[in-house]
């Protein structure tokens, strides 16, 4: 499939896919309610070609080998939007425990761009999330190296962004892994990182908002992150120094 020029992606994680689990419709049924038009109808060939499935929920429901569910798009090779499940393995968190992580992508246009704390919060909740986020891609390819073990010298993140530690080292499946432009934190997670405290989000609470289900959507700058822009690193630093919790930067 072509790609666009600038790409949103939309992460959530959440507990394991169970069996007869309905959440995989639940989360693309979401996307297609939040945005106008959208219908996720297609697979993709192994040539990269759209190929329109005949029964949806069905297939989706039926989810993939290894406990997540199969990627379906919108079939505009133009203007592609992509939706899958991965399962994440008990070795991959630091309790042990099994997970589910939900990806899509999307153009960042206009509409989704007014759309994306909406689309945020409707894939969370419909996936049961602990913790997710709302992303351009181009920072969000700067953030993950963060994480990043490099096999020689020592772990410099760019831009001046702290060292976090693999999701198998941390403490909780609660525990976010990293920060982005919308950030999804469920009830627990919220409760975990502190949020909110009267005392400490002067400049949070007024870019934060109570989710339907009970979590919290916080969003950092007012136009997609941007790390070239220095307001816009500038709060991201700061986001990280009030929640030191995220990426295990506090003792356990």
């Not at 949103?8 to 297609?32: C, G, K, T």
């Not at 919060?121 to 351009?136: D, I, K, L, N, S």
């Not at 920072?139 to 060292?163: K, N, T, W």
Request: glycine fraction near 8%; charge should be negative; aromatic fraction near 6%.
């Amino acid at each position: 499939m072509l790609a666009t020029a600038e790409k949103l992606s939309v992460a959530v994680h959440a507990s394991e896919l169970i069996q007869r689990d309905v959440r995989p419709l639940a989360i693309a049924r979401a996307m297609e309610q939040v945005v106008p038009g959208l219908r996720l109808e297609w697979e993709v060939s192994q040539e990269g070609v759209p190929l329109h499935v005949a029964n949806r929920d069905a297939w989706l429901l039926a989810g993939t080998p290894d406990g997540g569910f199969p990627l379906v798009c919108n079939g505009d090779e133009l203007h592609p939007v992509t939706l899958h499940g991965l399962a994440s393995p008990p070795k991959s968190s630091g309790n042990g425990t099994s997970g589910l992580s939900v990806h899509a992508k999307l153009p960042l246009d206009a509409v989704v761009r007014a759309q994306s704390a909406s689309l945020l919060e409707h894939v969370a909740e419909a996936a049961h999330a602990r913790w997710g986020h709302a992303t351009p891609w181009n920072s969000l390819v700067e953030i993950v190296e963060q994480m990043a073990r490099p096999v020689r010298g020592p772990h410099v993140p760019p831009r001046g962004l702290p060292i976090l530690q693999l999701s198998k080292d941390l403490r909780s499946p609660e525990v976010p892994h990293h920060l982005g432009w919308i950030n999804y934190w469920s009830a627990a997670t919220a409760q975990l990182l502190g949020f909110p405290s009267p005392t400490l989000d002067s400049e949070w609470l007024p870019r934060a908002r109570r989710t339907h289900g009970g979590g919290w959507l916080l969003q950092l700058t007012d136009e997609p992150l941007n790390l070239d822009e220095p307001a816009h690193l500038a709060t991201l630093l700061r986001a990280y120094e009030r929640f030191p919790e995220i990426g295990g930067r506090t003792p356990s």
